[in-house]
């Protein structure tokens, strides 16, 4: 029963390096989403798949590269780390695209 | 720009109390209410869904949702320090085939015992 499942929970990276955030759900839902949380920001989109095949940007895309990997996992990229990134990142799944979202328990992540 | 306001925060009230808060959203079309619960650290929780005009009562919390003036709000009765959290409001502005929700800022919420 584990929902929507995160790796890894924290990671601190220097500017410049690549990572890629993995996320995988068992709840086969056909919609995922990363958001990154900054303090008083809110929840910010960073892409979503609507279904497998499919990837949209949302609203602050810039930095970051995803890839549907099939329909339990769908993974976040960012090729050249920047300061800027440093913030919680969660990854959430839906039935369907207008349906409630089930979030991860989120990557911390920091970038020096 | 299609924005979920949530302004009246930090909101704190005494236990037992009743904790109204509210949001406010700029499209008309929209056909979706969610309510989620953060507490600090952790990740957001679903708590609430609303997609009529009216009242939604589950346990101590209800979900009021007007569309004419474009307000939903959450109530929480005889509140608990356990409610003390952000909580945050969503709401889906693009009933489309690739629809995906808006969520506001968040009001935090402090239950004082």
């Known amino acids: 029963n584990a929902g929507v499942t995160q790796t890894p929970k924290f990671q601190v990276l220097k500017t410049g390096q690549s990572m890629t955030l993995q996320c995988a759900q068992d709840m086969n839902h056909n919609s995922m989403y990363w958001y990154r949380q900054d303090p008083g920001m809110g929840l910010r989109l960073i892409y979503y798949?609507?279904?497998?095949?499919?990837?949209d940007k949302g609203e602050v895309p810039n930095g970051y590269n995803v890839s549907r990997l099939n329909k339990r996992e769908f993974s976040l990229r960012l090729e050249s780390a920047a300061p800027s990134q440093t913030s919680v990142y969660f990854c959430a799944s839906s039935v369907e695209p207008n349906q409630p979202q089930h979030f991860g328990d989120g990557t911390r992540l920091s970038i020096l | 720009q299609k924005e979920v306001e949530q302004n009246s925060g930090p909101l704190s009230v005494p236990e037992g109390a009743i904790a109204s808060l509210n949001c406010t959203y700029s499209?008309?079309?929209?056909?979706?209410f969610f309510w989620y619960r953060q507490y600090s650290g952790k990740s957001p929780e679903l708590i609430m869904s609303i997609y009529s005009n009216g009242d939604k009562e589950d346990g101590r919390f209800t979900a009021q949702l007007n569309k004419a003036s474009q307000y939903v709000s959450l109530l929480i009765r005889d509140s608990q320090p356990s409610d003390s959290a952000t909580y945050l409001c969503a709401v889906n502005m693009d009933p489309g085939a690739n629809s995906k929700l808006t969520f506001g800022k968040g009001i935090t919420l402090s239950v004082r015992p």
């Open positions: 798949s609507a279904s497998e095949g499919t990837t």
């Open positions: 499209d008309r079309v929209s056909q979706s």
